[in-house]
């Protein structure tokens, strides 16, 4: 889109944190190892691509990346910076935008953790001669509605066809925006961001991502199917779902992404050592989040599952939502960070660029 080449070197789940290539390998058919010349061939005729580590393309992050988990390093903000900033600068890219969290469910501890580790990529990419911005965004609350590899493609597609959860189109759109911006497609922030929401209306954002699908294994007949949005045909399915329903009346005052994630996992939807075998299927399905008032029995959720619902993470799902009188909407685009600049609240940049 836009004429942009736009390579993916992604990473696989770590710790609560969904991976790129695990979500993706949920869709029948999607092959995410690619050999060099298929990339090459990828770029000049689909124009995008994503795939993981191989070969010699940042090897020494491969393997440390494998033992995060089972370390306790996964929070480690250095380990994070040079996991993620090899793998962008191998790609050869002109350009480069972030997202980094900021809140209970990100990997650092607080707001001004944040901003330094955005700080020290956007150092990096622009010391390697890369446009680098971050764009600092918060991670108390689940992102859209969904939790779980499958349920999260799906949401994905629904966002891409113009019909997500308002935060996921946000980001998307303001992220997308910058990078027009920084590549010299758009003229200003406002402009960026439209563009990218006018992808969702026209259908070409949709169009593009099943080329891509098409190009990495997918067959035309799913390509058919995930068009067409008949996911049921297309995914795998949990054996049981389970419904959480509010205690109380009020507003959800808080919905905890870190106790979710990790209940995610032990559903079976992330690992817990490195070679576990993810589980696509399971998840959780927000039908209430942060902000919405609630009446007592309402759904808050659904648990999919195939059996490791137990009575004691079943209660710690429960207690992942609070239920207060205040309503305390969700503000998720925080602040963008870029190299030899103060960070800029994102409304302050917006009427600037």
């Known amino acids: 889109l836009f004429g942009l080449k736009m390579p993916m070197v992604s990473g696989r789940g770590l710790g609560h944190t969904g991976g790129t290539a695990d979500k993706l390998e949920s869709i029948p058919g999607f092959k995410i190892s ?46 994070s910076c040079s996991s993620i900033m090899s793998k962008k600068l191998a790609e050869g890219i ?85 990078l027009l911006c920084d590549a010299g497609v758009a003229a200003s922030q406002e402009q960026g961001e439209q563009m990218i929401r006018n992808t969702f209306r026209d259908g070409s954002a949709l169009d593009k991502f099943l080329q891509i699908l098409g190009n990495q294994g997918v067959d035309k007949k799913t390509l058919e199917l995930l068009k067409k949005g008949e996911y049921s045909e297309v995914f795998a399915k949990p054996e049981y779902v389970e419904n959480i329903t509010a205690e109380q009346s009020g507003y959800i005052e808080e919905v905890n992404a870190m106790a979710l994630g990790r209940a995610t996992v032990l559903l079976g939807g992330g690992r817990q050592l490195p070679g576990d075998v993810i589980d696509p299927a399971v998840g959780i399905k927000l039908l209430l989040t942060k902000g919405d008032q609630v009446k007592t029995g309402d759904i808050l959720a659904e648990v999919h599952h195939n059996g490791k619902l137990s009575s004691t993470l079943r209660t710690r799902i429960e207690g992942a939502f609070l239920i207060g009188q205040n309503r305390a909407p969700i503000k998720r685009v925080l602040a963008v960070v870029k190299a030899d600049a103060p960070t800029v609240d994102y409304e302050d940049y917006r009427s600037q660029h």
């Open 34 to 79: 690619l050999t060099e010349e298929h990339m090459k061939r990828t770029l000049r005729d689909v124009g995008c691509y994503v795939t993981t580590q191989f070969g010699n393309i940042a090897p020494a992050d491969k393997t440390l990346y494998s033992i995060r988990d089972i370390t306790s390093t996964v929070c480690y903000a250095p380990l």
């Open 94 to 178: 002109g350009s480069l935008v972030l997202d980094v969290k900021s809140g209970k469910a990100s990997t650092t501890d607080s707001y001004e953790q944040a901003e330094w580790l955005a700080r020290m990529m956007v150092d990096i990419g622009h010391g390697m001669g890369v446009n680098t911005t971050a764009v600092l965004t918060e991670m108390d609350t689940p992102i859209g509605h969904t939790i779980g590899n499958s349920l999260e493609m799906i949401e994905s597609l629904e966002c891409i066809k113009g019909n997500g959860p308002a935060d996921l189109e946000t980001i998307v759109a303001v992220q997308g925006g910058v």
